[in-house]
């Protein structure tokens, strides 16, 4: 008997001519063990493995698919190869700049009375002292703790109401008027405004007002304002135009004035987005570094009063510890202390972050379901 | 929203003034006509005790947006009272000792060719991870990943300097030997490179990393409005994941990649202390790779805390010349941004 019908397992037409699902995984571990060999060649590690590895597993899984494929699925895995690299690319910098700072911040940061005591005093004699015969880090960040805080509060006050209510006009009695239309463009052209920029205005705007060399945390507020207005300003605007219409109507309907509406109706729905917006804001602005630079200079002694003399801030801390070390034949006790400083620095930053989307979920409006 | 509320009033006027109206008999007369009388005017224009809130607040929100528009001119007229001086001083007094012109114009070179490195850099790399947020990853992971992006944002620029400075250029001076070596008849390559890694390429790399977010966070934006009928369409005629978005994203979001590298170039530019912390400045230099060059931010902020005289009042112009710039740039980006807004009915 003449078999017609042999058992031979075919692909399906479908299915032909595709890269086995494993493929990207074979490819994978074939380019690790390749990339370790060749880096064992010229001396290993770790960062130029991933590097040879990445570069075999693209060629690798591109020219696989360039045979079974074709050109088309081929050009299709290079470009999802390149995007992939180049998020990963991105993310080597951020791990890179948080692990610097962890490493070389926690002895600053783990130091006693660094929190706690100012730089008065401090000089480079001390810190030789350190460094040749062993001394206790004298000096702290104490008296610049004080002074961002102080200058990010007082520009806290200046920009929320300014910005909040310039949001509330937008969204409210706006009403696409010209002026409207010019406040909104102009605030986006605000946001990009260099922060040194701003803070030679604050700067420039009190040496004409209040005399020449006016350098207080004042000054530096109203610089830190400059920049932060607009974040206000755009992100509040946003939450506000997401408040359901039917609420406002609701409110007319029932008689209640518009402004009462807005106070009682529009504000707390949007409540929660706008105080993570502010809490962004803050963020953003307690780090800058060139407006204080300007407008507050920098003092090594602990000073409370923004309306005058000098002050001292986190960042300004660290661009002077690092620029102008205290001892200048020994640089590594005012590294240590600035990358202290930068440690303290990022974890506010990150809290804040954080905090604004604790709040952002806590006082979301309830939905009811 | 804009309608929603303007319409709204007179719906009030039509329904309450009937209803008021029915509530008063046509047969008793209202013995103080005057006070009785009810038209849609006196509904509208009552003088309770609402009505001074009303007034106040609208005014206060009305003052907040014009103190905007005054701050922001303000910007602009107390940087040019305060940089006048430096403008119109005799150009021995200038430092350098030949006019502002002269101080300015290796500063603003020196400006943009670090901007340009650092959009060199960065704008394939965050059209890149953009597309991935947008495109490629898994959908649950996308908000995370463009959170972890976002982080990148939020370090402060100082930290960005020190990193540049501590870590950055330590690592990278080998590798400028090498391009010494190797691409020296380059003219932006040629050597001695600098032992300590720093040079203008190096502040370069640390402001990619700064617009690098920026960028990213505006394009992934302007992706993810790509019309899904696009993209499906594409698909669904046959066309490969990249196919689909070279051509449905891409050419549907090339504005706004326009724009969001131009307003990472307006950051960059005014970008400053990663600038004053890497760069070992120096006169202008076409080399990358050996120290020279300074930009304008930098300038200033390194000049500024000691300055006085007329040399307050030449980084105060220098600033002005900044602010110009970038002004220039974020301008035509929001422009551009606000003309495909309107073409393109994406919101």
């Known amino acids: 008997m003449t078999s017609t019908l042999t058992p031979v ?128 880090l004298l000096g702290g960040i104490y008296h610049a703790l004080m002074g961002t805080l102080l200058i990010t509060v007082l520009a806290t006050l200046i920009s929320v109401p300014v910005g909040l209510l310039t949001a509330i006009y937008l969204v409210e009695y706006g009403e696409d008027r010209a002026l409207a239309r010019a406040i909104t463009f102009f605030v986006d052209v605000m946001t990009g405004i260099p922060s040194i920029v701003a803070g030679l205005f604050a700067a420039a705007a009190f040496f004409a007002v209040v005399g020449p060399g006016t350098k207080t945390g004042a000054v530096a507020a109203v610089a830190l304002s400059v920049l932060m207005i607009p974040v206000v300003v755009r992100s509040s605007e946003e939450m506000l135009k ?58 090594t002694t602990i000073n409370t009063n923004v309306f005058s003399g000098w002050m001292a801030s ?56 | 929203m804009e309608q929603g509320t303007d319409a709204f009033v007179p719906y009030i006027k039509i329904c309450r003034a009937p209803a008021a109206e029915a509530s008063a008999p046509g047969a008793r007369i209202p013995s103080k006509p005057k006070d009785r009388e ?17 007034k106040v607040f609208s005014a206060a929100t009305l003052a907040a947006g014009c103190l905007i528009l005054v701050v922001l001119f303000g910007v602009a007229l107390f940087l040019v009272i305060q940089a006048l001086p430096a403008l119109v001083a005799p150009a021995d007094k200038i430092q ?17 060719i670090a901007s340009v490195i650092a959009l060199v850099i960065a704008t394939p790399i965050a059209i890149g991870v953009a597309l991935f947020i947008s495109h490629f990853a898994p959908r649950q992971l996308a908000s995370g990943l463009g959170y972890v992006i976002d982080l990148l944002a939020a370090i402060p620029s100082v930290v960005y300097g020190a990193w540049g400075v501590a870590f950055l250029a ?65 698909l669904a005629l046959g066309a490969t994941r990249w196919e689909m978005i070279r051509m449905t ?55 500024f805390p000691e300055a006085s005289g007329i040399k307050v009042n030449t980084l105060i112009a220098a600033g002005l010349v900044l602010f110009v710039i970038t002004l220039g740039v974020n301008m035509i980006a929001r422009g551009i941004i606000s003309r495909h807004k309107e073409f393109s009915g994406a919101n």
């Not at chain 1, 692909?11 to 699902?21: E, F």
């Not at chain 2, 009810?38 to 009303?54: E, F, M, N, P, Q």
């Not at chain 2, 390429?201 to 402001?207: D, H, M, N, R």
């Open chain 1, 9 to 136: 397992r075919k692909r399906s037409a479908l299915t032909r001519g595709q890269l086995p699902k494993a493929a990207p995984y074979i490819v994978l571990a074939v380019a690790l063990i390749l990339g370790a060999a060749i880096l064992a060649l010229i001396g290993f590690n770790a960062f130029g493995w991933g590097v040879v590895s990445a570069i075999l597993f693209a060629a690798g899984l591109v020219g696989w698919s360039l045979v079974v494929e074709g050109a088309r699925k081929a050009k299709d895995k290079l470009a999802t190869c390149l995007v992939v690299g180049a998020f990963l690319v991105a993310l080597l910098p951020l791990f890179s700049v948080i692990w610097t700072v962890l490493i070389n911040g926690l002895p600053g940061l783990l130091d006693p009375g660094f929190l706690t005591t100012s730089m008065n005093g401090v000089t480079g004699a001390f810190d030789n002292k350190t460094v040749e015969e062993g001394a206790p």
């Open chain 1, 242 to 299: 997401i408040v359901p219409n039917e609420l406002r109507e609701a409110a007319y309907a029932l008689g209640v004035r518009k402004w009462r509406t807005i106070l009682k109706v529009v504000l707390p729905t949007a409540i929660s987005g706008i105080a993570s917006g502010i809490t962004l804001a803050i963020a953003r602005v307690i780090g800058e570094t060139a407006p204080i630079l300007v407008t507050a200079g920098f003092a």
């Open chain 1, 314 to 369: 986190l960042p300004t801390f660290i661009y002077t510890q690092i620029l102008n070390p205290t001892s200048p034949s020994n640089p590594d006790p005012s590294s240590q202390r600035a990358w202290g400083a930068a440690l303290v620095l990022i974890i506010l930053v990150m809290l804040l972050n954080l905090g604004a989307r604790l709040i952002a979920r806590i006082f979301a409006p309830k939905t009811g379901r």
């Open chain 2, 38 to 54: 009810v038209t849609t005017t006196s509904l509208t224009k009552s003088r309770g005790a609402g009505h001074a809130g009303d």
């Open chain 2, 96 to 112: 350098g000792g030949e006019g502002f012109f002269t101080y300015i114009w290796p500063l603003v070179i020196g400006t943009l």
């Open chain 2, 170 to 234: 330590k690592e990278i001076s080998p590798s400028y030997n090498w391009l010494a070596e190797n691409m020296g008849w380059l003219p932006i390559f040629q050597g001695p490179a600098s032992a300590t890694g720093k040079t203008i390429l190096t502040a370069g790399i640390v402001l990619a990393v700064m617009v690098l977010p920026i960028i990213t966070s505006l394009t992934r934006e302007i992706f993810l409005q790509t019309p899904k009928l696009h993209e499906e369409a594409a």
């Open chain 2, 249 to 303: 994203v891409l050419p549907f979001g090339r504005p706004g990649i326009i724009s969001a590298v131009m307003l990472g170039l307006g950051r960059a530019l005014g970008e400053t202390m990663a600038v004053a912390l890497v760069l070992s400045s120096g006169a202008l230099t076409a080399s990358l790779i050996q120290t020279g060059n300074q930009t304008i931010a930098a300038e200033i902020a390194l000049n």
